[in-house]
T-cell receptor, first 111, second 111 residues
Framework: QKEVEQNSGPLSVPEGAIASLNCTYSDRGSQSFFWYRQYSGKSPELIMS??SNGDKEDGRFTAQLNKASQYVSLLIRDSQPSDSATYLC???????????WGAGTKLIIKP | NAGVTQTPKFQVLKTGQSMTLQCAQD?????MYWYRQDPGMGLRLIYYSASEGTTDKGEVPNGYNVSRLNKREFSLRLESAAPSQTSVYFC??????????FGPGTRLLVL
């Protein structure tokens, strides 16, 4: 059974600090990794994708991938109250059009 | 450009009743998906359609059927609703499996 694991939280971070969200996956063959954000009562939306080992930056967001450790993380710099949401990690196990989803980490940014 | 639309937004059913959830996308995507999301759990794939004319079971297909009516529309049917099917249902579409675009969701309560 291929799995994606996330700490459910909630993770509480002061406004302006760095929020660090982590995800581990079981399938060593996975080649791409996705972070979605879901506000309460809303649908998920893609915020970052990463395909290669190392860091990928997009504004205040940085995705970090370590395939050897089967670990992907999302850093949010200068956290804002509007970043309060559940962050979902998703990994395609192979090329059959599916994504395996983690249960999500609830992030709370305290003003 | 509406993206992915779902109807209805809310529904209350009695055990044993049937209903169809409708989904349509206007992004000309080949692939469409039906998920359910329960509290504390990630998205679980019910069925997906990689392209018009094809459908495949996901992780939790029991109690559901789907129809890919055309490239735009993908419906989900509950033939005999059970309380265990109380959930939030999301439809999504994508050109490839990576960036999935979600509809607003249908909140279903089965009494």
């Amino acid at each position: 059974q291929k799995e994606v694991e996330q700490n459910s939280g909630p993770l509480s971070v002061p406004e302006g600090a760095i929020a660090s969200l982590n995800c581990t996956y079981s399938d060593r063959g996975s080649q791409s990794f996705f972070w979605y954000r879901q506000y309460s009562g809303k649908s998920p939306e893609l915020i970052m994708s990463i395909y290669s080992n190392g860091d990928k930056e997009d504004g205040r967001f940085t995705a970090q991938l370590n395939k050897a450790s089967q670990y992907v993380s999302l850093l949010i710099r200068d956290s804002q109250p509007s970043d309060s949401a559940t962050y979902l990690c998703a990994v395609p196990p192979d090329s059959n059009y599916q994504l395996i989803w983690g249960a999500g980490t609830k992030l709370i940014i305290k003003p | 450009n509406a993206g992915v639309t779902q109807t209805p937004k809310f529904q209350v059913l009695k055990t044993g009743q049937s209903m169809t959830l409708q989904c349509a996308q206007d992004m000309n995507h080949n692939s469409m998906y039906w998920y359910r999301q329960d509290p504390g759990m990630g998205l679980r794939l019910i069925y997906y359609s990689a392209s018009e004319g094809t459908t495949d079971k996901g992780e939790v297909p029991n109690g559901y059927n789907v129809s890919r009516l055309n490239k735009r529309e993908f419906s989900l049917r509950l033939e005999s609703a059970a309380p265990s099917q109380t959930s939030v249902y999301f439809c999504a579409s994508s050109e490839a499996y990576e960036t999935q675009y979600f509809g607003p969701g249908t909140r279903l309560l089965v009494l």
